[in-house]
Each structure stands twice: as structure tokens, then as C-alpha cells.
């Protein structure tokens, strides 16, 4: 699937969602248009800098780029059935085609009004005729072969969004903003009939005539075509009664008929048929793909486009095999990790602001800017639906908190300085499991309780079910008895708000994270502050315990994420993976994943290495330890070039240097280090080279160094020395060190002379006493 993304082409794994590869435009302009040849193997792309590019996309290879020699952007191309000819409609008014194949401009056709956004080639290639439509509403026939507009279907009152050929080649259908869609007869070149929409339709689709439709109302032979509009829902439609014979279940809840009329981010923005998976694909107006069943229109999978800002998110599932994310808006989006298949859930009616799971995974909980609190089931499928409702707040609800030992009870806070606890009755449990719910039950606050005196920002239950804990824009955290709601503490110290408390899951301490930039540690039993965390330069938004309780991780205002060790005080690693407030943190019930979320929109899944990173370590050191002892016995069996060859092979120049200083003390040892090194390879000896450099620096080893570079001057060519890699630095390197250690050798030299001749100048009979007082 290759989906548009501002400068990218981003080319997706259906099956998985993954992202294959990105074609990338050199200008960094964005891509106004692109098409793929019918035979998939050329993709074309427009940009602003009109310059179009034809590439391999499988290897993300651009194979040459041309200009697009219009004088605006190209808004449309198509390629010819016979996947030879392009055509480019452009905003300056006029249409291109290309000869792909030799690569030049075969017909430059003009007299379209505004910007040309549809050319069609007919698909019976011998008659040579291309349709395309303008900001004129009129649809244009032109004829290649004498390049002139042949005939002009004049029938729409807005824009033609979409033009679809059937079978005989001699009838087509066109849809428009005008919310009509005409079938054009192609040999009188009239339109046979108008069928009315009812909506600002952008696609039409024809459906095969050889296609098993029956599930859709197809009941005859005939031609049929589906239809997708700004109301965000599908309908067949005969051609020839003009009647809808199937219109698809809205999968969602209208707020009112003024929405209704319009649309909203429930529109359509493209549909079409995908027949070697037998799908109908279509993309809404928030920039989610559906896929449907063609025969059916069952959804099949969805992917969830732009996210804007992420305000929460939850592993979800009993082996957390999915995440529930609360985006800028009042639905919610539950992901499957494994194939990105996306379920957008319809409910509440304003922004949903916060989340949170029940231990078994099943079951979650939202609140939102509607004032109200849903609560929401998964089955075995996959499927979520809403079971139970509850409104009583006077504001918007901003946290909220399940409990922990049973789904037994949510707690809410909310901008009315208010936590309410809601019982959820075992009955709705067991409805639940049995699948009997048919709408949400009503739920009502069992306790509310006037908590702060600004905002409450988070709320947490602990891990026994016993405790509340309550976090506010008042600068203080408070502790509650649950489930009556009794006061039985503050804790007081920062000198900003609360944004966060969590209970750490295995002592009696409360954490709290402020927009002091500072997170902090509680005693439950006399309410002192334990440990302070210092460190995050802007608020710190959310905490997490993590590592069975043992390190905390943070998030901030600045998108930094912190993992801390609580024994120690220590930040051991600050992760940067997002570019603003990181308002999600959630840690998975195995301990070894962690999910994020973020203004910046984005949700990054973090992995725990700590004990792969530690088995690798502890491979290489056995590893380590294994060359050491193989090395050790080769020196010991005098296998001394196996040795040589290992020690390189480990990039350890000190051990390279030891084996050279053994072959060195054997006998003949300058003519065993000469075959030796000449036994070597190429890269083995380049390694050398780069070893005996270091080396050389030091008047310790300047001898050995100095016997390995005489035997590669004395054995290797010119030639060849000049192909080694680095020679260049190598020779720069060793040439002011050479000189400095001969300049020594011949001070030595000149001083050994010395004592030499005085030695042969001495008296005998000096020589003889000087010898018996030695003795003495």
C-alpha cells in the first residue's frame, strides 16, 4: 500500500502494518501527485518543485527525474492500460502525456479551465482517448491522435470527483460534489440517467458483474456501483432505477443533523476496490484506511491515520496484545501490536482525556470532557464494547483510577476539586463474561468527596484496594481510606502542582512527580518525604514504577523520558524518542515493556534490554576468555603466525605486540617474525601496520615496531604498500618518531665510543689494581 506523507512515499505491509520503506523526494518538496503502472513495476512521482521522478520503488532507486515542463504543481496522473503512457494533469490548466518508454512529451493539450484534479485513459486502447475534468465541472473527451477535445459531457453543477468505466467500454459513470452521480451514454455522448445522492459524494466504484453481490442487495444482473460521501458511510446503487439497494450500518453515533449533513471527520475522502484481495479500501477525512470485505462490506482491518495530540494510553489484553490510546478527540483507538489493525471506539462526545486498565486486562476504563465515565469490555475476538456509563461530575473529568484486586470499583477526580468512587455491580461483571449486554448500565457515584481546592490532576488506587491517592494544581498529594473516602494524610513539598501519584507496587510509599521538575518519594505511615529525584529541566507529567519495583520512570514536559534507581538516586538513562509533552506511560504486566505517548502524536513501544545487554556482556566475556586460552596455548605450541592471526582478529594490538616480542627472543627469531608476517593477509597486515604505529611512539616497543616495518619496506612492493588502508597517516605518523629514535640510537652510539676509548687508553697496571679492588 503506498500512502502520501508530506515529502515520503510511505510504502506498508498490509498484513502487518509495518512500514516496507519511504521514497523520499532529493528537493524536500512535498508530493503533490504519484501513480503506479498497472504491471506494478513503475511508480511516478510529482512534486512542488515540478520535477517529476520515475522510481524502482522495490529498491528505492530513483531512476530519473525530468522535468514536469507545467508551470504549477501537478495535481493528477494516470498511466495507460498498457502501462507506456502517462498523463499529467496539472493546477496550470493543461494536460501532458509522456511516452515512458522513450522518454518524451508526446502531446501537450490545452483549453481546460482551473486546476485539471481527474484524467482517465479510456480502456480500450485503440481509441486513443483520454477524459479528464477541471474546476469548469466539465468532464472532456480528447482524441490523442489528433489532440483535440472531441466532446465535452456537460451535466454536473460542482466538482467531478471520480470517473469509472463499465465492462462494455461504452458506458461511463461520474460522481460530484453535486451529490448526484451521471451515467453517460459514450456513443451518443449523453447521459443516460441522473441518480441522486443525498450527499457530497468524492468516489464512485463500479462492482464486477461477475461478482457475487447478493449480501449488498444486488438481486439482478446489472450494473451496479458503490458509492462513498461525506457522510462516511457506503451505498450500492443500481444504474439503471437509480435506486440505493444497499446502504452500510453507521458505525457510530451522530451528534446532531447538522453533522449529519455535513459530514464532519466522518466523511470519505477516497474509496476503491482492490480485487486481488477482493477489498473495498476506503480513507476518512481523519486520515484512517478501512478495509471491507467487497462481498460483504464486513470490515476486515483499519489503520488510524493522524493522531494529533495523544493524551493517554494502556496496554490492554490479557497478554497485553493491544493498546487503547486516547488521542484529541472523543473517540477512542484500540490497536493490535501485532498486525496494527486499529478499532475506533464511539461513545463519548467530547475530548477523552484519561485512561486506565483493570488488572485481568479485559476491561478498561475512560473519562472525558463530556463530564461522564465509560466503562469498557474486550472479548475473546478482540472486540471492545462500551458496558457501563456513569455522569455526576459538574466539569470535565481529567483522571481517574480502576481498582486493582477485582473490577470491583473506578475512582474519578475531576476541575470540580471532586473524587467520586463508582461501584461496578457484580452483575455487570457477569453480563460481561456472557456476552448479554446490549447497552451501557448506568452506573452512580457511591461516595464524592470535595478532595482539593484547584484541579485535581491524578488520582491512583493502591495496589490492596485500601487506598486512594490524589495529586493537585494546590501544590499537595493527599491520602484516602476507600472506599469512604475519609482523609488520612497530606503530603506537602512541592512548590508547584501535582501532575502524577503512583503507588509503588511492593513498598508502602506514595511517588509524586510536579511541574517543579522534580519527582519524590513518600512514607504512607507518617507522610515525610523520602527521597527526592532531581533532574528533568521541565515538569515531569507522568511516573511509573518499573523493574518490580525498583526504578521509577519519568516523563516530561520536554518529551525526556528518565528511568531511575530508587536505591541509589541515580538517573542511569534518559531516553529521547519524542519531540513534546509525553502525556502517556504505561508499563506492561511482564515488567519488560513500556508505551509512550505524546503531543508530538506519536505512541513508541520501549523494550527492557537490561538482561539481554547483560547475557550479551557476559557471552563476549566468555568468549573473552576462551580466545585468551586458545591464544595462551598457541604461544605455548610456538604456532606463532595462528597466533598473530587471533590476536588481530581480536583487535588487541598489546597482545599482537607480546606474540611479536616472543618470536623475537626465540632463536632466529628476526627470520621466524619475517615469514610470519609475510604469511599474512592483506587486511591482517594493514591491521599490523596500524598497531605498529602506536607502538612506534614508544622507545619500549620501537624496536619491535621497527623489525615488522623493515620486513613490510623489504617484502612489499611499492605498489603494494601504496593500496594498504591509512598508509598515508601511517607514514606521517611513523616518519618524526623514526627520526627521534635514531637521533637517540646515535647519541647512545657516540657515547659508547666514548667509554670505549678510554677503555682501550687505560694502563695496564691502573686495569689490574682496578680489577683487584672489584674483586675485593
Not at 456501483?225 to 453515533?253: D, M, N, R
Not at 541515580?570 to 513534546?580: A, F, N, Q, S, Y
Request: one cysteine or more.
Amino acid at each position: 500500500m503506498f500512502c502520501p506523507c508530506g515529502t515520503k512515499l510511505n510504502i506498508m505491509d498490509i498484513a502487518t502494518g509495518a512500514l516496507v520503506h519511504s521514497i523520499e523526494q532529493d528537493d524536500q518538496e512535498d508530493i503533490t501527485s504519484f501513480v503506479l503502472s498497472p504491471d506494478d513495476e513503475i511508480l511516478v512521482t510529482g512534486s512542488r518543485a515540478l520535477l517529476l521522478k520515475q522510481w524502482e520503488w522495490r529498491q528505492n532507486k530513483c531512476r530519473r527525474t525530468w522535468k514536469a515542463m507545467h508551470t504549477a504543481p501537478v495535481a493528477t496522473m494516470i498511466f495507460d492500460p498498457t502501462s507506456t503512457l502517462l498523463a499529467t494533469g496539472g493546477c496550470d490548466s493543461t494536460i501532458k502525456i509522456w511516452d515512458v518508454v522513450k522518454q518524451y512529451c508526446t502531446h501537450n493539450l490545452k483549453g481546460s479551465t482551473g486546476v485539471v484534479h481527474i484524467v482517465e485513459f479510456h480502456p480500450d486502447i485503440s481509441r486513443l482517448q483520454l477524459f479528464s475534468s477541471s474546476m469548469d465541472y466539465i468532464i472532456r473527451i480528447w482524441d490523442l491522435k489528433s489532440s483535440k477535445c472531441i466532446a465535452s459531457l456537460d451535466g454536473h453543477y460542482s466538482a467531478v470527483t471520480s470517473l469509472a468505466f463499465a465492462a462494455d467500454k461504452d458506458t461511463l459513470i461520474s460522481s460530484g460534489r453535486d451529490k448526484i452521480c451521471l451515467v453517460w451514454d459514450l456513443k451518443t455522448r449523453e447521459a443516460k440517467r441522473t441518480v441522486p445522492i443525498y450527499e457530497s459524494v468524492e468516489a464512485a466504484v463500479l462492482l464486477p458483474e461477475d461478482g457475487d453481490f447478493s449480501h449488498l442487495g444486488v438481486k439482478k444482473r446489472g450494473l451496479h456501483f458503490l458509492t462513498a460521501g461525506s457522510k462516511g458511510i457506503l451505498h450500492i446503487w443500481e444504474a439503471a432505477t437509480a435506486a440505493c439497494v444497499y446502504t452500510q450500518p453507521v458505525p457510530y453515533q451522530r451528534v446532531d443533523a447538522k453533522e449529519e449533513e455535513e459530514g464532519s471527520t466522518h466523511s470519505l475522502t477516497h474509496c476503491m476496490l482492490v480485487p486481488g484481495k477482493n477489498e473495498i479500501a476506503t480513507v476518512t477525512a481523519e486520515h484512517n484506511i478501512i478495509f471491507y470485505d467487497a462481498q460483504t462490506l464486513q470490515l476486515r482491518k483499519q489503520f488510524a491515520g493522524y493522531n494529533e495530540e495523544v493524551l493517554d494510553v494502556r496496554f490492554l489484553g490479557p497478554a497485553d496484545s493491544h493498546i487503547v490510546v486516547a488521542t484529541n478527540s472523543p473517540q477512542l483507538k484500540v490497536f493490535e501490536l501485532a498486525t496494527s489493525h486499529c478499532q475506533i471506539l464511539y461513545g463519548h462526545t467530547e475530548t477523552v482525556l484519561a485512561l486506565d486498565v483493570f488488572r485481568k486486562g479485559l476491561m478498561f476504563s475512560s473519562c472525558a470532557k463530556d463530564r461522564s465515565l465509560r466503562v469498557w469490555r474486550m472479548d475473546k475476538a478482540g472486540d471492545v464494547v462500551c458496558v457501563a456509563e456513569g455522569l455526576g461530575h459538574a466539569h470535565g473529568v481529567g483522571a481517574l483510577s480502576c481498582s486493582r484486586m477485582k473490577e470491583s470499583f473506578v475512582v474519578t477526580s475531576s476541575q470540580d476539586c471532586t473524587i467520586k468512587v463508582w461501584n461496578l455491580p457484580e452483575s455487570l461483571t457477569a453480563k460481561t463474561k456472557a456476552g448479554l449486554v446490549v447497552s451501557p448500565e448506568i452506573l452512580h457515584a457511591h461516595v464524592t468527596e470535595r478532595g482539593h481546592d484547584k484541579d485535581i490532576n491524578s488520582v491512583a488506587v493502591s495496589p490492596n484496594d485500601k487506598l486512594i491517592a490524589t495529586g493537585s494544581q494546590d501544590r499537595t498529594a493527599k491520602l484516602w481510606s476507600c472506599p469512604d473516602c475519609s482523609l488520612m494524610g497530606i503530603f506537602s513539598g512541592h512548590t508547584r502542582g501535582i501532575w502524577c501519584v503512583q503507588f509503588s507496587p511492593v513498598d508502602q510509599v506514595l511517588a509524586t512527580s510536579s511541574a517543579d521538575g522534580t519527582v519524590k518519594l513518600w512514607g504512607l505511615h507518617d507522610f515525610s518525604c523520602l527521597k527526592t529525584f532531581e533532574g528533568h529541566d521541565a515538569s515531569v507529567l507522568k511516573i511509573v514504577f518499573v523493574s518490580r519495583g525498583t526504578q521509577l520512570l519519568s516523563s516530561g514536559s520536554d518529551g525526556l523520558l528518565k528511568l531511575w534507581t530508587i536505591k541509589t538516586n541515580e538517573c542511569v538513562k534518559t531516553l529521547d524518542g519524542h519531540e513534546d509533552k509525553v502525556w502517556g506511560l504505561h508499563c506492561n504486566k511482564q515488567d519488560d515493556l513500556v508505551v509512550t505517548a505524546s503531543s508530538d502524536s506519536c505512541v513508541i513501544l520501549w523494550k527492557d534490554v537490561t538482561e539481554i545487554e547483560l547475557e550479551e556482556e557476559q557471552a563476549k566475556q566468555e568468549e573473552q576468555i576462551m580466545k585468551d586460552q586458545e591464544l595462551s596455548n598457541l604461544l605455548h605450541e610456538k604456532k606463532y603466525l595462528k597466533a598473530l592471526g587471533l590476536a588481530i582478529s581480536l583487535d588487541r594490538p598489546h597482545t599482537v605486540l607480546t606474540v611479536i616480542k616472543v618470536i623475537l627472543k626465540e632463536t632466529n627469531g628476526k627470520e621466524n617474525l619475517e615469514k610470519n608476517i609475510l604469511r599474512l593477509r592483506k587486511d591482517q597486515k594493514e591491521s599490523v601496520l596500524k598497531f605498529l604505529v602506536t607502538w612506534n611512539t614508544n622507545s619500549r616497543n620501537c624496536h619491535e615496531a621497527q623489525a615488522v616495518l623493515e620486513t613490510l619496506l623489504k617484502h612489499e612492493a611499492p605498489e603494494c604498500l601504496l593500496q594498504y588502508e591509512g598508509i598515508k597517516t601511517a607514514v606521517e605518523s611513523l616518519l618524526p618518531y623514526t627520526e627521534r629514535h635514531f637521533q637517540r640510537l646515535g647519541r647512545l652510539l657516540q657515547a659508547s665510543m666514548f667509554i670505549d676509548f678510554m677503555w682501550q687508553n687505560m694502563r695496564l697496571a691502573d686495569v689490574s689494581k682496578w680489577e683487584e679492588d672489584m674483586s675485593l
